[in-house]
Every structure is written in C-alpha cells, then in structure tokens.
C-alpha cells in the first residue's frame, strides 16, 4: 500500500496584538492561514493556538503537522520590543580614551535645528558603564598608541563587579586595523567567560563612528535576550514534535538559522516589517514597475517600496525618532512605520482635538469590543461601528465582538466631547487614522522619486483592507491589490524569503583615480566570505545567488547611494563607467538631479549571499466550516447622514473573475477587504482581489 508523503512549511509572525501562522502544503500546493492573539508571557502558546487549529481542520493533530515541517520560518518582533521598552542586557560600553560622548551625540542632527530647549537624549549604554581603553589607531592602521592591556584587565574586573551582562566594544579606526578589539575580545573570553560581547569591526565594518558604536551596543545587549528566547522557542517547538529547521527573519528580508540570529540578534530588529516587501513582490509579479506595500497590523502601519522588482534598503533604520532615537547602522529593508494600526487608542487632547494612536491597546486588553475590559476607543471600534467588520465572523467566527461595547466606548470618550453622533465620530476617527498613513506613504514614495498615483498598493495586515480603499482615493492611486492573505502579509514573506546573509567592507576610491589591486583584493574578500556562508549550509550551486553592491556619493556630499553593481571584480574602465552611470541614474531618481561627467567617491562595497529555498505556492485554500456562504445586504455608513445598502460576501464563495462593485464587504477568515464606494474588486487567478477606481469620486 502507498504511503502519501506530506511535507509542510510554517512561517509565523509574533506582532504585538497578534502571531499570524501560514503553512505552505507541498505536496497539495495550498496555503493555510490563520492568527491568534500573541501571548508575549511565552510565544510559543499563542502560536501553538493558531497552529492547532489549523492542523485540526485538515484532520491533523498539532504533532503530526510539526513532524511533517521541513522549515518553521521565525519572524519576531521581541529584540524591537526590547529596546523600545529598555528592557535589554545591562550592558557596557568599551572605546578609545577621549571619545565617551560617541552615542551620547550620536551624528548631531535634530529635527528643528532652531530648537535649542532639549538637551542631548539619553545614550543607549548610560555614561556610567561607558568605559575608556588608551590605545589608538590611525585611518592607515598604523598603531599609534598601544593598547594597555593592564587597563583593559582593571576595566573588565570592574565590569564583573557590576555584573555586566554584556560588553559591546568599539575603537577608532578598528575597520582599518582591528588588533586592538581584537585583543579585547581575547581578554573578555578568558576572563568574562559567560558574558557575550561584539566587536564593532566583526558586525560592521564602516566608517561613521557613531554607527559602528550603536550597532555594535544595540547587538552586544540583545544578545543574553535573544539567546534565552531562541533556545525557549526552539525546544517549544522540538517538544511539540517540529522535526524540521528553525529559521529566524532578519532585517535585510531574508532567514538565518536560529544560531546565526542568537550570534547576531540585531539581524532581528525590524525583522517582521522587512518580510512584507518579500511577501508583496510575490504577489504583485514581475511586471510592475513600483509597488508601495502597506502593512496595517493591530500596532503599527508600514510601508515599503519595491522599484523594478528591487526592494529599497537603506542604513536610516531608527528605532524611535530619527536622531534622538536609536539607529542600527545596518543595511536593512527601508521600512516606515508609524503608530497607526486596528489597536490605535483615540484620544482629545488638552486642546480638544482628536487624535488616533500612537498608543495602543494591544492583545490584552486589546480594542472595547473584545470584551476583554478594554475601555478606550481604538481603530477597530471605529470599524465595527461603522458596518465594515462583523462582530460575529470576526477570526472566521472564533472570536465575537460586542459592537455594543465599541458604541459605548466611541460615545462616552469622543462623540459626547465633541458633540457628534457615534457613527460621525468612528468615521472621523478611521479618517484621521488614514491620515497618518497617507502621510507615511507620500513620505517614503515622493522622496523616491515615485509618484504614488502610478504605482500599484499592496495592501496587507489584519486591517488593511478595511482601510486602504479610502487611503488609495486620497493619494489619487487606481489599482490596489489585496491578497486574501493580507491578514498574514508578513508571514507569508517568510514563506517566499531565502536564506539570506550581508558581507560588507569599507574601502575608499575615486573613480577617477581608481584603486583596481584595492577594490578587487576587498570584492575578492567579500566573495570568500559568501562561498563559506554558502558552504557551511552546504547549498547546492544551482541554488546561490551573488549580488554585489557600492555605497557612492559624489564628492564633499555627506551620505552615500546604494547602487548595485553586475561585477565582481573590476577590470577596467568599462567596470568604472558602468558604476558611474549607474550612480548618476540613481542620484537622478532619488533627488531628481544628476551631475553627468562627475566624478563618484565610493566608500563601502557589500555582497548579499542568497541560498535560494523551494518556492512556495501564492494560492490559499478555501477554509472550512462556515455555515452561510450565500451574499447578503446590511447597512455600514461611509461619511453619509444615513447608512448606505452594502452587499456583503464571504471570500471563499467568489472565484476568479468575479467583480464586486462598492459600496461592498469581503470576508475573510483573517482580514476584511472594505470595497468603497466608486471602486470594485476584480477576483484574479489566485483569488486576490485587485481593487480599480470606477469612477473619479470625491473622499467624504
């Protein structure tokens, strides 16, 4: 008798309101979802909710789909928690003597230059546990001053007194010389033996001192966290019965294995947000030219780009505020987020004007109409109020909200105050919230040089599709497309992401006095390192991908371009103009300027390594188990005196082709998709909704 092999694949998103799970069936093709509320306590409960019932409606135990689990793909959002919250390592903070202020100014800017009211903020290591090594290295290497390694020892007998938990170490010019750190390094192994620390030229070696500093501080205090949190998650899982490999998110849209994460854990920071681009890239396909993905989640709103089948990055990845508050340093996914997503609190100030987040009322005790004691209220409220969510099939049915609730909560805290009707009030506060996020995405676009109206949104998250309708009319776009597993946007990135890694070094040329021995030695170097990584997965050559790239700029500017590059090694000129030229367009793009015949300084070169894994399948299985599955009318208001008809449907009785015109609901058993007035969605071949304009119409 056959035996039918089934072999799975898990991603799964730990948010602060809820962990999305997506399980890709190989052997049928089909995508299974679902979501559970995060259980920040343990994670692994939460996630073992959504799974369990998952596995049950396909007639499998918890067990039985873990054993089958070739990979379980880990997207967190706890090392970002942890810093936002201060809740990381006591940790330390070893540089050249003379230098202490280092994440103290940080790179000195502010947002209003003209505000000289605020101090300094406080650094991410306190002043107290930063100490100063005598040692010095010139920009050429050259030792100057040698280390004191009599100091050093004295230091790290002070830092086991105040019981350290974490060392971060970084020196002048280590990049051009690291024997000093190195040497550090040696000392702290010997001596502080259980205390884990980074070296600043071992994670990343670039030139801007205060970057270095802070990526170095931020990875040395995440990683008695991150280590303790992996190991919990993967014997969780491995007790469970997960008979594959655990894989963990990272920052730059790609998955390392839960080792190389705990080694480096800043690799995890803003790891969640980096997996939607991957996610939207995918469903959008190969033929669009800019694509802005939105990703509306119960905290936080986040938007994305990818141009030419190109996701953004960028090294401006600020945790909290830009300048005053914490910067990675790192090449990451450039996301932006703001404080905008279905949890968002609504709030009158002391001035009496409405406000939407960014304070949120998370999983516990989450929106007034869970009925989970929650008083504020939020975004979701809102939502519920105005006819666009069902209370009953909210989660498919697993949870019901008590729109009476969300009512009292609206009235009581926004509509009597300002002397409006409930629903005039839920649709100022779903107004507002769009507001914000309009703002976000015109941000990140116009400085792109895209102009948002001939751009394709993909729009995901829980909330997305309850939104983005009206975002897109204000922001003049005409096509918006919602996956049906919008609800799990960043979770399926997990799915379609590789196993990727960053290799980077600084090396200074000019283009027109081009170092050809320097550049190719440092591009042959990177190369070696990314054969390595791809040996120690032991990856199939048909499955590796190299990809090199140059921050440039041109002479006495202040910050670089990435621009990628077809070579890996430079052989002549031709190499030289291909890089100019390519900078020229890029500088164009971005600034809507370019200096043809200029020369271009290059400061650091990167190689991204890619271990291509099984592509997974972009279709999602209808769900089981619902008892209506017939189109029906209720009323939902959209800004009117009164409410309009709106035809309601459930998302798994539609097939391809089918058109709903608005003003029009879908259900889905973890998203809502909100088709508004004078737009309709068109049902496409992998049953995702591809939201047109009808008609031009004026935002009420």
Not at 232 to 259: H, Y
Not at 340 to 367: E, F, K, N, V
Request: hydrophobic fraction near 40%; proline fraction near 5%; include cysteine.
């Amino acid at each position: 008798m056959d035996v039918a092999i089934v072999s799975f694949r898990i991603a799964v998103d730990t948010g602060g309101t809820f962990s999305d799970v997506v399980v890709a069936n190989d052997s049928s093709g089909e995508l299974w979802i679902n979501k559970a509320a995060t259980t920040p306590e343990r994670i692994f409960d939460g996630v073992a909710e959504a799974l369990q019932v998952e596995a049950a409606s396909h007639d499998l135990s918890l067990e039985e789909l873990l054993n089958e689990t070739e990979l379980f793909v880990y997207g967190t959002t706890h090392t970002t928690n942890a810093i936002l919250t201060g809740s990381t390592a006591k940790t330390a903070f070893i540089t050249t003597a003379g230098h202490p202020d280092t994440l103290v100014l940080r790179e000195g800017g502010k947002l209003n230059p003209f505000d000289f009211r605020h101090t300094y903020p406080e650094p991410y290591i306190p002043k107290h546990l930063t100490f100063e090594i005598e040692e010095r290295i010139d920009a050429e290497g050259n030792v100057v001053v040698a280390l004191n390694e009599e100091l050093v020892a004295a230091i790290i007998a002070d830092l086991k007194h105040l019981e350290i938990e974490a060392v971060s170490v970084c020196l002048l010019w280590s990049i051009m010389n690291p024997i000093h750190e190195q040497r550090i390094g040696e000392l702290l192994s010997v001596q502080l033996p259980n205390v884990p620390f980074t070296l600043s030229h071992a994670l990343n070696p670039i030139i801007r001192e205060y970057r270095r500093a802070s990526s170095a501080s931020i990875d040395a205090s995440l990683k008695p966290l991150m280590q303790v949190h992996l190991h919990q998650m993967e014997n969780d899982l491995r007790e469970a019965g997960l008979g594959g490999e655990l894989l963990v998110g990272t920052s730059f849209g790609g998955v390392l294995t839960a080792d190389q994460v705990a080694d480096r854990p800043i690799y995890s920071v803003n790891s969640a947000p980096a997996m939607a681009p991957i996610a939207g890239r995918a469903y959008a396909g190969s033929d669009e030219a800019g694509v802005i993905i939105c990703d509306m989640g119960g905290t936080s709103f986040d938007v994305s780009l990818i141009r030419d089948g190109y996701i953004k990055f960028s090294r401006e990845t600020w945790l909290g505020e830009q300048y005053t508050g914490h910067m990675t340093g790192l090449s990451a996914v450039d996301v932006k987020n703001i404080g905008a997503g279905g949890g968002s609190i609504a709030w009158i100030d002391p001035g009496g004007l409405l406000r939407a987040g960014p304070q949120s009322a998370g999983a516990d005790p989450g929106p007034a109409c869970y009925g989970k004691g929650g008083t504020k209220p939020t975004v979701t409220d809102a939502a519920v109020v105005l006819g666009y969510i069902d209370p009953k099939y909210f989660l498919a049915g697993r949870i019901h909200l008590s729109s009476e609730s969300a009512r009292e909560a609206i009235q009581k805290e926004i509509a009597e105050p300002l002397n409006m009707s409930v629903e005039q009030a839920a649709h100022a506060i779903l107004t507002l919230a769009n507001e914000h996020m309009v703002s976000a995405i015109s941000d990140i676009t116009i400085n792109e040089g895209i102009d948002p109206r001939e751009s394709l949104i993909v729009a995901g998250g829980g909330a997305g599709g309850m939104t983005i309708g009206r975002i897109a009319d204000t922001l003049g776009c005409e096509r918006v497309l919602v996956p049906r597993t919008a609800g799990t946007l960043s979770a399926c990135g997990g799915l379609f992401s590789n196993i990727v890694s960053e290799f980077s070094a600084s090396k200074r040329t000019d283009t027109n006095e081009f170092d050809f021995e320097g550049i190719n030695n440092t591009l042959l170097s990177l190369g070696e390192e990314m054969n390595e990584f791809f040996e120690r997965l032991k990856t199939p050559t048909d499955q590796r991908r190299r990809e090199f790239f140059v921050e440039a700029r041109y002479p006495y500017q202040a910050w670089e371009l990435e621009v990628p590059i077809n070579f890996d090694q430079v052989k002549g000129e031709s190499e030289v103009e291909h890089l100019v030229e390519s900078f020229h367009a890029a500088h164009e793009r971005v600034f809507g300027v370019s200096e043809p015949g200029q020369h271009v300084e290059c400061i650091y070169w990167k190689a991204r390594a890619t271990a291509m894994l099984p592509e997974s399948p972009l279709d999602l299985v209808s769900e089981k188990g619902s008892a209506d599955r017939e189109s029906w009318t209720s009323p939902a208001w959209f800004g009117d005196e009164t409410a309009e008809d709106t035809s309601r449907h459930h998302g798994s009785m539609l097939t391809h082709g089918d058109r709903i015109t608005g003003p029009s609901v879908i259900q889905e058993p973890t998203t809502t998709v909100v088709v508004y007035p004078g737009w309709s969605a068109v049902v496409n071949e992998h049953g995702d909704y591809m939201m047109e304009r009808e008609a031009p119409k004026e935002v009420r």
